[in-house]
Nanobody
Framework: QVQLVESGGGSVQPGGSLTLSCSLSGYTYNTGCMGWFRQSPGKNRRGVASIDTYGSTTYDDSVAGRFTITRDSAKNTLYLQMSGLKPEDTAMYYC?????????????????????WGRGTQVTVSS
């Protein structure tokens, strides 16, 4: 059974940094699209960063230049390095994997292609 477990969330001041981790079990990553999503109260869940089988990355405009998605295949772990955090980054962050496609679809940020999700880790940015 595929399981994803996020960690690394917390509370930081504006301008601070955090690194989120997503550990995969029940599935040895060798191909697929992996992504980080976030959802804040009253808003729809939306993708912020993705990485495909070939290492190509895509970022939402709101986080481009501040967030970096990486993958350690040996550790079966996905990361999201976040810097320059803003109050509007406050949200529950989820990782997800689409095993069925080597590349992320054009609508990956909507999340429909991702069958496996973690339970999320909370990030709060406030002074």
């Amino acid at each position: 059974q595929v399981q994803l477990v996020e960690s690394g969330g917390g509370s930081v001041q504006p301008g601070g940094s955090l690194t989120l981790s997503c550990s995969l079990s029940g599935y040895t990553y060798n191909t697929g699209c992996m992504g980080w999503f976030r959802q804040s109260p009253g808003k729809n869940r939306r993708g912020v960063a993705s990485i495909d089988t070939y290492g190509s990355t895509t970022y939402d405009d709101s986080v481009a230049g501040r967030f970096t998605i990486t993958r350690d295949s040996a550790k079966n772990t996905l990361y999201l390095q976040m810097s320059g955090l803003k109050p509007e980054d406050t949200a529950m962050y989820y990782c997800a994997v689409d095993k069925d496609h080597a590349q992320c679809g054009w609508s990956w940020a909507l999340g429909a292609d991702f069958l496996y999700w973690g339970r999320g880790t909370q990030v709060t940015v406030s002074s």
